[in-house]
C-alpha cells in the first residue's frame, strides 16, 4: 500500500477534527492548566492546531480506500507521530527515557477498536493525562504553564506511539507520505526538509565570511547528492564524508552548515532523489545516555543516516561539549568507551564510506585540545566569519538590514568606515547581527496608533514606514562603541557558561542515569 496525502485531502478534515478535539476537552483543559490574561495562551492555541492537524491526518488516511486492510492502530500512530513532530516545533521537548513506556494490558481494548472510537479514546487520554499532572500529588510535577502542558502532552504522544506499534503487528508493506512526515509501516521519518533540529532558512546569499567552508561544503553535498539509488552506488569515489569545522563562537558556523543543508535538499529535490538532513542535538545526547545501554545516537546513525532511504546529511553542531564530557573522570570505563564508539563515527571508523551520507560537525577552537583536533580531521575547515570591512559592510546592509536603505542615510565612503571599525574592534557575526538588532528597534521605536492594530498587515507595514525613524552613520558607530564597551565581555563569559552547561548536562547524564531519571521517570 503506499498512499500519498497532501495539504488539500487535511484540509477536508480539519474542521472535523477540531469538533472531537473540543468534545474531549482538550481546550478548556489547556486552559485551565494556563488561562494567561484572557482565558487562554498563544501557545496552548498552538498545541490544539497541532494536535488537530495531526488529528484531520490520520483521519484522510483512514478514509482513503488505500489503507482498507490496515489494523485500526496504524492510524493511531500516525495521529501520534504527526501530533509529536508537530509539538516539537512549539519547544526544546525531548523525547521520554527509553525504558518508559504505557502498560499494554491498559489499553489492548484499542487494539480492536474501529480508527474512530480509537482516536476519540486517544484524545480523551490526552486530556486525562493533562489534568492527572494538573493535581499531581507531588508539588514539583504539577502542571501550571502552557509549556509545561506542551511537553506532558508530546511525551504522552511519544508513548502512546511505542504502545500502539506494540499492538498490532508490522504493517510491513504499507507506506505513507504525509505533508511533514514518511511512514514505513509504523516507522516515521521527517518528509524532505521538515527535521526534527530544523533547518533554518538560510541560502547561501545570507552567509558573509567562511568561503572555504561554503567552498568544502558545497562540493561535499554536491558529491553525495550525486549517489545513485538504483545501483546502490556513488559513481564518484568520496574519500571523506566528514566535514569537521573549527570557529570562535559567533562566525556563523551554524548559519552556513544550515545553508548548505538547504542547499542539498534542494539539490536533491530537483534531481528527485529522496533526501533528509538530520540535525544532532543536545536531547539526542541526553536520551543515548539515559537508556541504561546507551545507544540512541548510535542507532540515530544506523537506523537514520547509514540505512536511510534515500542520502541524508547530517549537522552534528558544538560537538566539542561531547569531546570535554569525554575526560571527565567520574565518567565509568564502560561509558567512555561508548564515547570512543561515537569518536568513531567521526574518524571514520564507524560507518560505511559510500558516499551516501555526510556529515558537518562543528566546535569551538578554545574548547580543543590538540590530541582531540588529530584524531577527528587532519584539515579541519577554519570557519572565520567576516574579516573584511566589506564583510561587515555586506552583512550589516544588505542581509541583516536589507530593505531599510531608505532609513539610513549612509553614504558608501561612511559605510566603508563602519566596516573598518568593525574589523578593528574584532567583531564577529553574531555581534553583527546584535548591531543590526539594536538599529532595527531603534528605526522603529515608536508607538503604535490605537488603529494600528485593527489594520491589515500591509497597512500595518506602510504605517510603520511612515513613522520609522532614520539612523546614520554617527548613531551606528555610537553603537558600535557602546557594544564593544559595556556588551562584549558579558557575550563572551555568556559563551563561556554555555559551554559549560552543556559539558555539564552531558557529565550529569553519564555519571547519574538512575538518580535523573528517578523510579517513576515515565509518569
Known amino acids: 500500500m503506499k498512499l500519498i496525502l497532501d495539504s488539500k485531502a487535511l484540509e477536508a478534515e480539519l474542521a472535523q477534527a477540531q469538533r472531537r478535539l473540543a468534545a474531549a476537552g482538550l481546550p478548556g483543559t489547556l486552559a485551565s492548566v494556563d488561562p494567561g490574561a484572557f482565558g487562554t495562551t498563544p501557545l496552548n492555541l498552538q498545541a490544539l492546531d497541532a494536535l488537530a492537524q495531526a488529528l484531520a491526518t ?18 493511531g500512530v500516525v495521529f501520534a507521530e504527526e501530533a509529536a513532530d508537530r509539538l516539537r516545533g512549539l519547544g526544546d521537548f525531548s523525547d521520554p527515557p527509553e525504558g518508559a513506556g504505557l502498560k499494554p494490558d491498559q489499553y489492548r481494548e484499542l487494539a480492536a477498536s474501529p480508527p ?52 498490532s503487528p508490522e504493517p510491513a508493506d504499507a507506506r505513507l ?16 526538509g521538515e527535521e526534527p533540529g530544523g533547518l533554518l532558512p538560510l541560502t547561501f546569499d545570507d552567509i558573509v565570511g567562511n ?109 566539542d561539549t561531547a569531546f570535554a564530557a569525554r575526560g571527565d573522570s567520574d565518567i565509568r570505563q564502560e561509558e567512555k568507551s561508548i564515547l570512543g564508539t ?71 565612503a561612511q559605510w566603508q568606515a563602519l566596516g573598518e571599525r568593525c574589523v578593528a574592534e574584532k567583531l564577529s557575526g553574531r555581534a553583527a547581527d546584535h548591531l543590526a538588532g539594536r538599529i532595527l528597534t531603534e528605526m522603529e521605536d515608536f508607538e503604535e496608533p490605537d488603529e494600528y492594530f485593527s489594520m491589515t498587515l500591509e497597512q500595518k507595514r506602510k504605517l510603520i514606514a511612515e513613522l520609522s525613524r532614520p539612523v546614520g552613520s ?25 559551554f559549560q552547561n552543556r559539558v555539564k548536562e552531558i557529565r550529569f547524564h553519564l555519571s547519574a542515569q538512575r538518580a535523573a531519571l528517578g523510579p517513576e521517570a515515565g509518569g
Open 116 to 167: 474512530d472510537a480509537l482516536l476519540e479514546t486517544m484524545l480523551e487520554d490526552c486530556a486525562s493525562f493533562l489534568r492527572f499532572y494538573q493535581k499531581h500529588p507531588d508539588s514539583a510535577k504539577r502542571l501550571t504553564r502552557d509549556a509545561e502542558a506542551a511537553r506532558c502532552l508530546h511525551s504522552h504522544l511519544r508513548l502512546m506511539a511505542r504502545l500502539l506499534r506494540r499492538l
Open 342 to 412: 561515537l569518536f568513531g563515527i567521526l574518524d571514520g571508523t564507524v560507518g560505511p564510506r559510500n558516499g551516501r551520507w555526510f556529515l558537518i560537525c562543528d566546535a569551538n577552537t578554545l574548547n580543543m585540545d590538540e590530541a582531540t583536533l588529530s584524531r577527528i580531521s587532519q584539515n579541519p575547515i577554519k570557519a572565520l566569519g567576516p574579516t573584511r570591512p566589506e564583510d561587515f559592510v555586506r552583512l550589516l546592509r544588505d542581509v541583516k538590514l536589507k530593505g531599510k536603505e531608505a532609513w539610513m542615510p549612509i553614504t558608501p
Open 58 to 75: 490520520s483521519l484522510a488516511a483512514a478514509k482513503a480506500p488505500e489503507t482498507a486492510g490496515l489494523p485500526p492502530s496504524y492510524f
Open 211 to 319: 568561503e572555504e567552508f561554503v567552498k568544502a561544503g558545497k562540493r561535499l553535498a554536491r558529491d553525495v547528492a550525486g549517489f545513485d539509488l538504483k545501483a546502490g552506488e556513488n559513481p564518484k569515489k568520496v574519500r571523506n564524508q566528514v566535514l569537521f569545522v573549527l570557529g570562535t563562537p559567533g562566525c556563523g558556523k551554524t548559519a552556513t552548515a544550515h545553508a548548505i543543508g538547504r542547499y542539498f535538499l534542494d539539490l536533491c529535490g530537483k534531481a528527485g532523489l529522496e533526501a533528509r538532513i538530520r540535525v544532532i542535538r543536545r536531547t539526542d545526547w541526553a536520551s543515548a545516555y539515559q537508556n541504561q545501554s546507551a545507544n540512541t545516537l548510535l542507532d540515530i546513525f544506523k537506523n537514520e543516516v547509514f540505512n536511510a532511504p534515500g542520502v541524508c546529511g547530517v549537522y552534528w553542531p558544538d560537538i
Open 474 to 498: 554617527e548613531r551606528v558607530l555610537q553603537m558600535i562603541e557602546e557594544y564593544c564597551r559595556f556588551e562584549r565581555d558579558s557575550q563572551r563569559k555568556s559563551e563561556e557558561a554555555r
Open 177 to 192: 507520505d504525509t505533508p511533514r512526515l514518511r511512514f514505513t509501516g509504523t516507522r516515521a521519518a521527517p518528509l524532505g
